[in-house]
């Protein structure tokens, strides 16, 4: 049974980072099947895919064009766990963030969510 | 401005069948396969509907997913109340390499 567990902070203020973390349980992030995403919910952008990393061989990160600039998505695997740092957030970046796990192209493991806020 | 276009609202009266579309283009839904993600409100988005019409251990035989060309649909037959909720279809994009979405469709079941 694979579990996701997000943790972070829910506000950020505007220009500072946005840093989440996500700890897997029952799959290693390591594994050579499955890939570690980021992707966001907000009522004005629906869901939107951040990025990934994943690892084959080596470590791979790919990123949505829009977030290219201020997005980095590192493993941990001393920890066992995956990260999502947003640089310079803006209000627009308000949204619930989902750390989700990927395995054969289907989202088959969300973490719980988390609202963060930015604001002042 | 989803990439993935699909109708904002959908709804039917309990055992009707449903469906709701998902158009997209060659770079997407024409390349590759298609997820369904349902959505209750407050909770994460579930997989659904999984390579375009397999659905995983659980998930009732009501549901069902087809996909030509660019364009896929979810099909829910004998509609039930618990199944008000948010659906999202969702594939890989080759130009933006990147996953993609629909906009949503809030199914009311009446």
């Known amino acids: 049974q694979v579990q996701l567990q997000q943790s972070g902070p829910g506000l950020v203020k505007p220009s500072q980072t946005l840093s989440l973390t996500c700890a897997i349980s029952g799959d290693s992030v390591s594994s050579n099947s499955a890939a570690w995403n980021w992707i966001r919910q907000s009522p004005s952008r629906g869901l939107e895919w951040l990025g990934r990393?994943?690892?084959?061989?080596?470590?791979?990160?790919d990123y949505a064009v829009s977030m290219k600039s201020r997005i980095a998505i590192n493993p941990d695997t001393s920890k066992n766990q995956f990260s999502l740092q947003l640089n310079s957030v803006t209000p627009e970046d308000t949204a619930v963030y989902y750390c989700?796990?990927?395995?054969?192209?289907?989202?088959?493991?969300w973490g719980q969510g988390t609202l963060v806020t930015v604001s002042s | 401005q989803s990439v993935l276009t699909q109708p904002p609202s959908a709804s039917g009266t309990p055992g009707q069948r449903v469906t709701i579309s998902c158009s997209g283009s060659?770079?997407?839904?024409?390349?590759?396969?298609v997820n369904w993600y349902q959505q209750l409100p407050g909770t994460a988005p579930k997989l659904l509907i999984y390579?375009?019409?397999q659905r995983p251990s659980g998930v009732p035989d009501r549901f069902s997913g087809s996909k030509s060309g660019t364009s896929a649909s979810l099909a829910i037959s004998g509609l039930q109340s618990e199944d008000e909720a948010d659906y999202y279809c969702a594939a890989w994009d080759g130009s933006l390499n990147g996953w993609v979405f629909g906009g949503g469709t809030k199914l009311t079941v009446l």
């Open positions: 060659s770079s997407n839904i024409g390349r590759d396969i």
């Open positions: 990393t994943y690892y084959r061989s080596k470590w791979y990160n």
């Open positions: 390579s375009n019409n």
């Open positions: 989700v796990r990927l395995v054969g192209g289907m989202a088959d493991n």
